[in-house]
């Protein structure tokens, strides 16, 4: 029994790669769009910290 991730999920994933955010497969303005956004922006805000930290 496996689902498709959800698109927050594919957002995380796709920071994680070094995908742009304007990668973003779904259509603007729509709730797919918003939550893969969040996603990426939530894994790309953590790297950023991290390599600004030196880590």
């Known amino acids: 029994m ?3 991730p959800d698109p ?3 957002g ?3 920071a994680r790669e070094n995908i ?3 990668a973003n497969p779904y259509h603007e ?3 797919e769009h918003a939550l ?5 922006e939530r894994v790309a805000t ?3 910290a991290n390599q600004s930290e030196g880590t």
Request: glycine letters at 8%.
């Open 29 to 31: 303005r729509s709730e």
């Open 36 to 40: 893969w956004s969040a996603g990426h």
């Open 12 to 14: 995380e994933r796709a």
């Open 2 to 4: 496996s689902a498709d």
């Open 20 to 22: 742009p955010a304007e």
């Open 46 to 48: 953590g790297l950023e």
């Open 8 to 10: 927050f999920t594919l």
